[in-house]
């Protein structure tokens, strides 16, 4: 059996490179640590795919390379299937331009707990 996964982040990514360096920067910020990122990339032309690798020293990221732009929503059920497979207890779906607070999580958390 699979080592139970806290919460999985799903991100869906098409060319947003200029979006992920502030993303991947909130969430190495993050209070709580025990979360994994699969970052579902639609077939992008950038250089989103070399910036995850480079993030991957510092960050739990799962990447999963899509061959073309399948858009949001399937992109989204593309991550959220692995994470279920990978025994997650919780999903939360963010935007690649997402920027969060460094107690989002703890906060999320502590939420689930009450």
Not at 25 to 42: A, E, G, M, P
Not at 85 to 103: A, F, G, V
Request: glycine share 4%; with cysteine; charged share 25%.
């Amino acid at each position: 059996m699979k080592e139970k996964i806290m919460l999985s982040i799903i991100v869906a990514n098409w060319n947003g490179e200029r979006y992920l360096s502030n993303f991947f920067s909130s969430l190495r910020k993050q209070r709580f640590k025990d979360f994994v990122i699969y970052f579902v990339d639609n077939g992008s032309s950038d250089e989103s795919l070399n910036i995850v690798e480079k993030e991957k020293k510092d960050i739990n990221v799962i990447t999963i390379p899509l061959q073309k732009n399948y858009g949001f929503a399937k992109a989204n059920n593309i991550g959220i299937a692995s994470a279920l497979n990978d025994n997650s207890d919780y999903i939360l779906t963010i935007n690649n331009d997402t920027m969060l607070d460094e107690n989002c999580l703890y906060e999320l958390d502590k939420s689930i707990k009450e």
